[in-house]
């Protein structure tokens, strides 16, 4: 028997270890049956298809009274809208051609879901940093994802078309040449690489840029535990606790059986640590927990933050986000985990160059499944307010750049190298096809304001500070 097993191995790695250079021409031969100019087609996403249907449906189980938050932060711009539509967007990608090559996809792949963080050597580096919807899946569809978003936001911020349009060739130019790149590498130094904030910095392209750079880099690393704290914590009949913010901060409920559910909550969630990081995490006691309302797309979701101290009174503050199942799940096939946060978790740890130490998951008595990541810890996303043409431009390669290693960490880089080639016709397909999603994604937008205006869905319009 076991002879008969390893001669099955043997024969199922012979198919599935070959050269680069088959592997290449594999991507080349691809390209008769799915031309790279095809993905320029976006038109028969829009048949058959409700918007605000599908965003309903993607309500289901959210808390109905945060529902309405969601709504009114979509209802700003196209931009935002396409932020809090993933699921309307999987919809349409999922219709279009493939070349049938999976990755661990990001699954809401926009240009704001990069940005800095720290790694655990507390150096600052560039990378996704979001992974609700992560779930294998074609890689097309996080190409053209972000290329749309940054269509859209180009129009947020009142430059053409043609600057729209010339950051998406960046950006595809960028994944397409790093990922040929990361094809010659061994997998362990694909594994290795990062882009540090230093290396963005030597990277302006004159000192303006640098001093912006480093601004960004400044900011970041102010976004830590010890400068948000005073901000939302203050101690109340003895003890630390978080500052009521309805309805973005809040205390659902102060009752001990609230606080015995999140202990428990925690104990589950330190099984899901490596041993050396329980020793770490066992040196925090809890304090105090609360809900808290983020982002747009996770609007409405079950989202807290706890408090732990050490003995000599450290803070650690914890995100807990509800981790429902990824908007990829129904066109692609069924997520293997019990659990979806160890879905996230997972995805996280396998596209990100570095990961969060304090990463886990747990299920909780209520039936939902979470996941757990500490809150900002140098967590900084580029404005895209008042950015130049030239800034968006470079901006989109350093994106490109980065999705190519997440997706060489996962896929097949020499295959998809080859099917992408040497020349820009996929570049200028997606070009295409970014432009005309941004046109879909402001009917889709117009659809929700008349939806608003109408009463078929009800949204809560926040104060922007």
């Known amino acids: 028997m076991s002879v008969q097993l390893s001669t099955k191995r043997l024969n199922t790695d012979l198919v599935r270890f070959r050269s680069r250079d088959d592997r290449l021409e594999a991507g080349k031969l691809l390209r008769s049956e799915v031309p790279r100019e095809i993905h320029a087609e976006c038109q028969s996403s829009s048949i058959g298809r409700d918007p605000i249907e599908i965003l309903e449906q993607s309500n289901q189980g959210r808390i109905p009274e945060l529902v309405p938050i969601r709504y009114g932060r979509m209802l700003r711009s196209p931009f935002t809208f396409l932020r809090g539509s993933a699921a309307l967007m999987t919809r349409d990608l999922s219709v279009l051609p493939t070349s049938g090559i999976q990755v661990q996809a990001c699954g809401d792949c926009h240009l704001l879901n990069f940005g800095f963080f720290a790694t655990p050597e507390r150096n600052l580096i560039f990378d996704l940093n979001d992974f609700d919807e992560t779930h294998p899946a074609p890689w097309e569809w996080d190409i053209k994802r972000l290329a749309a978003s940054f269509v859209v936001a180009a129009r947020d911020q009142g430059l053409s078309d043609s600057d729209g349009r010339d950051s998406v060739v960046a950006c595809i130019r960028a994944f397409r040449e790093h990922l040929r790149e990361y094809s010659t590498m061994s997998p362990t130094e694909v594994w290795y690489t990062r882009l540090d904030m230093e290396t963005i910095i030597e990277m302006a392209p004159d000192e303006k840029a640098k001093k912006r750079r480093r601004l960004f880099a400044d900011k970041a690393r102010e976004r830590i535990i010890d400068h948000v704290f005073p901000k939302i914590v203050a101690v109340k009949g003895g003890r630390h606790r978080f500052v009521d913010q309805p309805p973005l901060l809040y205390h659902a409920d102060t009752s001990d059986d609230v606080e015995e559910h999140w202990l428990e909550g925690f104990e589950e969630y330190r099984q899901s640590l490596p041993d050396e990081r329980r020793v770490l ?31 000599e009174n450290h803070p650690l503050i914890l995100q807990v986000k509800e981790a429902g199942r990824s908007v990829l799940e129904p066109y692609t096939k069924k997520c293997h985990y019990k659990n979806q946060g160890q879905r996230i978790v997972v995805g996280q740890r396998l596209m990100q160059s570095s990961s969060d130490i304090f990463l886990g998951w747990v299920h909780s008595r209520r039936g939902h499944d979470f996941y757990v990541r500490q809150l900002r810890d140098m967590k900084f996303s580029i404005p895209v307010e008042g950015i130049t043409a030239a800034q968006m431009e470079r901006y989109a390669e350093f994106c490109g750049w980065t999705l190519a290693r997440a997706h060489a960490k996962s896929g097949d880089a020499s295959t998809i190298s080859g099917y992408l080639g040497k020349g820009d016709q996929f570049d200028q397909a997606i070009g295409t096809f970014a432009m005309a999603y941004a046109d879909q994604t402001e009917q889709d937008h117009a659809t929700l304001v008349e939806a608003h205006q109408s009463g078929r869905i009800q949204a809560l319009i926040e104060e922007e500070v």
């Open 281 to 311: 995490f066992d040196r925090y006691r809890f304090e105090d927990c609360a809900q808290k309302v983020v982002g747009i797309g996770s609007v409405g979701t079950r989202c807290g933050v706890a408090l732990f101290f050490s003995e």
